[in-house]
């Protein structure tokens, strides 16, 4: 039925929603800044920049410049790779191995469609980078979910129409994105409960008796 299946990085394949957090928490502490679970899902699928600009909503100190901005992304972002060093190959069940392996025997094109520009180092900590045909992340978009474009670059990295391809999502705004782009998506976690989603799934098998 789906010729390709686009498939988000965090919250999806491999779970650094906690690495987010915690990096994210830093910076938000040292400026004294509310920052809880809650806000911090606010920031799926969200570019690193407006990550910040959502965070900064509960700042009220003096102005800041967008150079003291972009220092203060580029700190998480320190943090957070600190943080990705310690993922390993084990951080990817053999449930999501297993399905991906599954979709791929069966002729489907498999490609990332992530906001993340550490999206390449990820994959390689977890070696999933041989597995994908082909990676569409936050180094190649201008605009970040829900904006579709990143799908839209992964579907035409795999030489595929976005109505031929199924999105796998777990945020909101990635939902959003993928119906904007003319595709089918499926959603996990707390994406299964959005209005939009096509087929709402509990666990990542279950892709297979969507596709297959
Ligand atoms: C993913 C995550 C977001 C994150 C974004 C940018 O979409 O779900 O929480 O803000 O990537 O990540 P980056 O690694 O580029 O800072
Ligand atoms: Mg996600």
């Known amino acids: 039925k789906f010729k390709g299946i686009l498939f988000d990085l965090d919250g999806v394949l491999v779970h650094t929603d906690k690495?987010?957090?915690?990096?994210?928490?830093?910076?938000?502490?040292?400026?004294?800044?509310?920052?809880n679970e809650e806000i911090n899902n606010l920031l799926r699928g969200v570019s690193r920049m407006e990550s910040l600009e959502i965070i900064l909503?509960?700042?009220?100190?003096?102005?800041?410049?967008?150079?003291?901005?972009e220092a203060l992304a580029e700190e998480k972002n320190n943090y957070y790779k600190e943080e990705l060093k310690?993922?390993?190959?084990?951080?990817?069940?053999?449930?999501?191995?297993?399905?991906?392996?599954a979709l791929k025997?069966?002729?489907?094109?498999?490609?990332?469609?992530?906001?993340?520009k550490n999206t390449k180092?990820?994959?390689?900590?977890?070696?999933?980078?041989?597995?994908?045909?082909?990676?569409?992340?936050g180094t190649n978009i201008t605009k970040s979910k829900p904006d579709p474009?990143?799908?839209l670059k992964a579907a035409e990295y795999i030489a595929l129409a976005?109505?031929?391809?199924?999105?796998?999502?777990?945020?909101?705004?990635?939902?959003?994105?993928?119906?904007r782009g003319g595709m089918k998506a499926a959603g996990i976690g707390d994406a299964a409960f959005c209005e939009k989603t096509d087929y709402p799934i509990t666990t990542f098998a279950d892709l297979k008796d969507i596709a297959l």
């Open 19 to 35: 690495l987010h957090y915690r990096a994210w928490k830093k910076i938000a502490d040292e400026c004294g800044i509310l920052f």
């Open 57 to 69: 909503r509960n700042y009220h100190g003096p102005a800041l410049s967008q150079k003291e901005k």
């Open 86 to 101: 310690s993922m390993t190959p084990d951080d990817v069940t053999v449930e999501v191995r297993e399905t991906l392996a």
């Open 105 to 116: 025997a069966a002729g489907i094109k498999i490609a990332i469609g992530s906001s993340s």
């Open 121 to 137: 180092f990820i994959l390689k900590r977890v070696g999933l980078d041989d597995v994908f045909d082909a990676v569409s992340d």
């Open 149 to 151: 474009e990143v799908f």
């Open 162 to 179: 976005p109505e031929d391809c199924l999105v796998v999502e777990d945020a909101v705004a990635g939902i959003e994105a993928a119906k």
